[in-house]
């Protein structure tokens, strides 16, 4: 827990030096935007497991939620890298793995687990995680094209 907690102030301590060196610069506002929403979802996706009770399930959904988690990262390594046509092919990874433990849901999460509806939260949010990382991935292309 330690952990989580260190790397969230690291974040936020980025963040805030993002924030200062977009207003410094003038640079475009709808690309830290993104980032900030990135930000907050990424935070909300941190809370699955305070939501969930049965750490069993867990178990059950390991290999998906892995998964997910790899394509997340290879897709802000590779922004990060200024790869944006290699983000979209994670990204594009990653909604495949959405799929996946989407119907991981359907098929049995939402029948054994006492609170189905938070890993229909964590559906929700991955997916919102795919598309601002998508309009990102645009926006960053229109500011390199300029």
Known sequence: MQKIHLARVNLFISMKKIRALFRRKKQN???LNKIENLYEIIFSLNNLNLRVNDNALFEICSAEMQKIARYITYSLQAFQSAQIEQAFHFIKELSLSIDEFT???????QVISREPIVFLFF???VTALRDEMKFLGMDLQNAILC
């Open 29 to 31: 506002h709808s690309i």
């Open 103 to 109: 119907k991981l849901y359907l098929d049995m999460l």
């Open 123 to 125: 559906i929700q949010d």
